[in-house]
């Protein structure tokens, strides 16, 4: 008994720092699988109520880029108003409304903070469960892509940006119709890569790139960025192709938040598949 | 013991706020160069201070930064190391004639190379560890040691500039 404690005492210090160590693996690893912790996140109420105060000065200093990018919403949405249409012939433009049904509702959110220089980046945000915020809701700034909604508190809410490694969207070129995954390996905030276009695709430098709207996070056609370099890997039959992104995650501001109507009647699909 | 406490106390806090709202949004070398500011808590505690209470400090610290950074477990676990290391570095830099109790980590103490020596290593041991956690993949490791080696830098300069501004307003 009398050894046991002196091999405790001689080895105190190395004890105590695995048994930190061990606790801190715990948190990292047990993040990394459920994605639950809340009380270590920047949602919970101390650090939220912090950056909320923060935006309280900071706002303040940004409303430029915020009217900025609001000017560019409203043109892109008087672009799309019937008024900005003629009708091409009488005979043959009908729109019937009542074959639309309402899918995606949107809502506005205030970015608290946003980081871009991480290897997995985060954005928080000013709405929670109380503002009707669910997880898995698209997110997007000055009409263009930027994450989705990870986690929700009651006030405020994680979203995972584009540029986190763990984002994944399935991207479409309008031009040729292929479709691929969109993903980041961090570094550059301003740039993603799109995997999985073949090589008969005629892909070019300056080509559009969108949402496909499969799965029930984005409304299809949500602008993504443009081709930036084109590359293709000897043997390979997929180009590797880099995306200038859209969204500028250096001025982040106001964002709209993407409630998907239909994505509970998705999601139960996608369970009935995976049993 | 009071005079002892109150500034840690004092530095604990600002510089948990200052690292969770200010530092966190700093681009600098296009995200390879990041500001870790809170680490000088832990290299400015006493040098004869016990070593499990520093490691102590360091996990709630480092807990604290997570919350901001959303990163749960990954800088308390690089602030451990940091605590736990520094009694080393400060065993292998031990003067020729062993350290005074009123001795503190800091220029006007020790010296510059004594402190350009210490803050360097544990910089860098501090750095490395928590770019290679935040990855967690090997695939990244020459992109983490340049991380490392930019912030170490970048940090260092910080700490210097902190140092000679508070020595020489400690002498007046």
Known sequence: MRDFLRFLDSYKYLITFLIFQLFCFSLILRESVFQRTIVLSSINSVTGAAFEQR???????SLRDANDILKEENI?????????????????AIIDDTLYAKRYTFQYAEVLNS?????????????????????????????RLMGR?????????????????NFKVSARLPMTGHFGVLSWKGGDYRYAFLNEIPKEAKVKVGMPVVTRGAGSLFPPGIEIGTISEVELEEGSDFYTLTIA??????????VLLVKDRMSSEIDSLDQFITQ | MIREIV?????????????????INLDIFGGYGHLNLYVLVILLLPIKSPRILDMVIAFFLGLGVDMFYNSPGIHASAAVVLAYSRPLVIRILTPRDDYDFTDRPNISSLGLSWYLRYAIALLFVHSLWLYTLEAFDLSYFFDNILKAGLSTILTLVTILIIDYLFAHKAKV
């Open chain 1, 55 to 61: 935006d309280k000065l900071y706002s303040y200093f």
């Open chain 1, 76 to 92: 892109l949405l008087m672009d799309n108003r019937p008024i900005s249409y003629q009708k091409v012939d009488k005979e043959y």
């Open chain 1, 115 to 143: 980081t871009k220089t991480e290897i997995d980046n985060y954005v928080t945000l000013n709405k929670g469960s109380l503002h009707g915020v669910e997880r898995n809701m698209g997110v997007l700034s000055g009409m």
């Open chain 1, 149 to 165: 909604v990870e986690k929700v508190t009651e006030h405020y809410s994680l979203v995972v940006p584009i540029i986190h490694r």
């Open chain 1, 245 to 254: 992104l859209g969204v500028d995650m250096a001025r982040l501001n106001t």
């Open chain 2, 7 to 23: 500034p840690i106390v004092l530095r604990f806090f600002g510089l948990l706020l200052i690292q969770g709202l200010l530092l």
